[in-house]
């Protein structure tokens, strides 16, 4: 089975960070998405990591601990835009499995001004 | 550009009627995937295709089927529509290779009465 845990909800300071932990506990392991949600829209892809360490990708970055059933999302100079719901998803190792991704409950970050 | 288009943003219901939402998507990919999102449970799988005319079980099936007759169109069924239905329904799309990630459409928000 799968469990994949992210908090329910952050707030944060335009211009400041953010970092969004998700813990997975899954009977394999075949990469990790971060996804961005805003409100009354389709999901849109972030960031994908399968190996350790960090992903840089302008203000956003997500790093990954596979030892550790751990990944975290960070998001630098918050805009009033980044208020969004943020989706932790891990893939299924299963080859048969077409790409079938688990997905968190998803971390409403609201930032204000 | 991918595009992942639904044929309803909006669709009202009543109980016991059978219910059908398509799904199109114009880059010729093998999987397609249908969800529901609903407040405090995140994106759940319903059902997912990695072929035409394959399908496998998601983590919630039960009172749901789909049909792949041609790869870019997946239709999710609902048989006789109840209630606890009611939900905002994605549907995506992905290849099988490259960083596998998933193209959501913009989501057709079903009201079962």
């Known amino acids: 089975g799968q469990n994949i845990d992210q908090p329910t909800e952050m707030t944060a300071t335009e211009g400041a960070i953010v970092q969004i932990n998700c813990t997975y506990q899954?009977?394999?392991?075949?990469?990790l998405f971060w996804y961005q949600q805003h409100a009354g829209e389709a999901p849109t892809f972030l960031s994908y990591?399968?190996?350790?360490g960090l992903e840089e990708k302008g203000r956003f970055s997500s790093f990954l601990s596979r030892s550790k059933g751990y990944s975290y999302l960070l998001l630098k100079e918050l805009q009033m835009k980044d208020s969004a719901s943020y989706l932790c998803?891990?893939?299924?190792?299963?080859?048969?499995?077409?790409?079938?991704?688990?997905f968190g409950g998803g971390t409403r970050v609201l930032v204000k001004p | 550009d991918v595009k992942v288009t639904q044929s309803s943003r909006y669709l009202v219901k009543r109980t016991g009627e059978k219910v059908f939402l398509e799904c199109v998507q114009d880059?010729?990919?093998?999987?397609m995937f249908w969800y529901r999102q609903d407040p405090g449970l995140g994106l759940r799988l319903i059902y997912f295709s990695y072929d035409v005319k394959m399908k496998e079980k998601g983590d919630i099936p039960e009172g749901y089927s789909v049909s792949r007759e041609k790869k870019e169109r997946f239709s999710l069924i609902l048989e006789s529509a109840s209630t606890n239905q009611t939900s905002m329904y994605l549907c995506?799309?992905?290849?099988?290779?490259?960083?596998?990630?998933?193209?959501f459409g913009p989501g057709t928000r079903l009201t079962v009465t």
């Open positions: 990591n399968v190996l350790d």
């Open positions: 899954t009977s394999g392991f075949n990469g």
């Open positions: 880059m010729d990919h093998e999987n």
């Open positions: 998803a891990v893939r299924d190792p299963l080859k048969a499995a077409g790409n079938k991704l688990t």
């Open positions: 995506a799309s992905s290849t099988s290779d490259g960083t596998y990630e998933q193209y």
